[in-house]
């Protein structure tokens, strides 16, 4: 079966950091892209970053640009989402999924055919 599982959330002051986890099984790793995507209370969900497991390419959202990185371990098939400088619209809900996104869709949720639970970032202000 496939699985992703999505941990490492949680309540961090302003400024602060957290990093993602997404644990892959049941499918190729390297053959997907794995993208973040976030759902904060009230909004649609929304990309925030990818990562090609075939070719290393990364896509990072404006919003998160700079203050966010995407990296992959192919040995373990996790993905990692590393969140510096943590703002108070972070707050979401954050989910990973596999896929493989065209160039002009890379954080669109209908190009992802897997999706994990979502963990749960809190950002107090």
């Known amino acids: 079966d496939v699985q992703l599982q999505a941990s490492g959330g949680g309540l961090v002051q302003a400024g602060g950091s957290l990093r993602l986890s997404c644990a892959a099984s049941g499918f190729t790793f390297d053959d997907y892209t794995i993208g973040w995507f976030r759902q904060a209370p009230g909004k649609e969900r929304e990309g925030v970053s990818c990562?090609?497991?075939?070719?290393?390419?990364?896509y990072y959202e404006d919003s998160v640009r700079g203050r966010f990185t995407i990296s992959s371990d192919s040995a373990k098939n996790t993905v990692y989402l590393q969140m510096n400088s943590l703002k108070a619209e972070d707050t979401a809900v954050y989910y990973c999924?596999?896929?493989?996104?065209?160039?002009?869709?890379?954080?669109?949720?209908?190009?992802?055919?897997?999706w994990g639970q979502g963990t749960l970032v809190t950002v107090s202000s």
């Open positions: 999924a596999a896929g493989n996104p065209i160039l002009s869709a890379l954080t669109s949720g209908r190009m992802y055919d897997y």
């Open positions: 990562i090609s497991n075939s070719d290393g390419s990364r």
